[in-house]
């Protein structure tokens, strides 16, 4: 029966065998907690390839946590434990038999705090993530990639003539898309952003924003916002995690962005995105 079909020859492939392109994350049934406490319940949820996806919901429901559990990142939490799987383009992440390097390598993390290394240069400090992720690169393929890594996170107009400037002396917002210019350094393909504009001015906000319409042609990027006019303007999928007293968080609704503000399924959602609590 397959002799129509093998007799018509392969397509030939335009992509680069070496680009790996847009990754997608799924979380399925993710359950966690610190000690006894139950602090996520059956998270599901798919990130999909280039799109941003807004997880929103009050304070204490979980989202940081499962952000970080998103790279592995809430092991560094001693009494955290964790059940589900994380798969990247369907590869567990929580393979025991992968590296955890691996896992942060390819996903990427920003938080709300711009933390760049204060002391060190702005160059240094976009190269910073090299070593631990084992990439070698020769002076001019750093100079490259500083340059390029700089101006996807819209700051290397601001900084390419003090390049050897410490990392502290910058703004807020400029240390904020230093971060980001240091996560993308490692070619992530997937960028978490833990609030990443809460502490920074409107300006700021808004060059990150326009950084990340540009970004998520090459990454998928899954931000944590408290701002729900943020949330519409930089995502396509969103997520409304709530942890109802004594329960642990869990998501009540998600799905694409603008159905949710517009039409939300449940009446909890329409409350959260109207500022109702
Ligand atoms: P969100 O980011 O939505 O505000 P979090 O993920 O930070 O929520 O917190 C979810 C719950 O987990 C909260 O009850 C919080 O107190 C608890 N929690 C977060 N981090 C830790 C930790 N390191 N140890 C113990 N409990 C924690
Ligand atoms: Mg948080």
Redesign the pocket.
């Known amino acids: 029966p397959s002799s129509v079909s093998s007799s018509v020859p392969p397509l030939p492939s335009l992509a680069d065998p070496a680009d790996p392109g847009l990754a997608e994350l799924h979380a399925e049934n993710i359950s966690a907690w ?1 000690g006894d ?1 139950q ?1 996520l319940d059956r998270v599901t949820l798919t990130m999909r390839p280039g799109q941003v996806t807004a997880l929103i ?1 009050p ?8 952000l970080r559990i998103l790279n592995r990142m809430h092991e560094l ?1 001693p ?2 434990s964790l059940a589900g799987e994380v798969l990247l383009d369907g590869q567990d992440i929580y393979d025991p038999t992968k590296k955890l390097t691996d896992a942060r390598k390819h996903i990427g993390m920003v938080f709300q705090k711009p933390n760049p290394f204060p002391a060190m240069s702005i160059y240094d400090n976009v190269i910073a993530g090299l070593k631990l992720a084992g990439i070698r690169a020769d002076r001019d393929t750093k100079d490259e990639l500083v340059q390029s890594c700089l101006s996807k996170a819209g700051l290397w107009n601001e900084v390419k003539d003090r390049l050897r400037a410490p990392g502290g002396g910058l703004s807020g917002g400029q240390q904020q898309r230093l971060c980001i210019a240091r996560s993308l350094a490692v070619k992530p393909r997937v960028l978490l952003m833990d609030e990443p504009c809460s502490a920074l001015d409107p300006t700021s906000t808004r060059v990150i924003e326009e950084t990340m319409a540009e970004l998520q042609k090459e990454v998928t990027i899954v931000i ?1 916002t408290h701002n729900m006019q943020q949330a519409q303007r930089v995502s396509q999928e969103c997520a409304f ?1 709530l942890a109802a007293r004594g329960t642990p ?1 869990a998501i009540v609704e998600h799905g694409d962005t603008e159905a949710m503000f517009s039409e939300p399924q449940d009446q909890r959602t329409y409350d959260y995105v109207n500022g109702r609590f």
């Open positions: 610190f406490h602090v919901g304070s204490g429901c979980g989202k940081s946590t499962f939490v009494s955290a944590v995690f968080g």
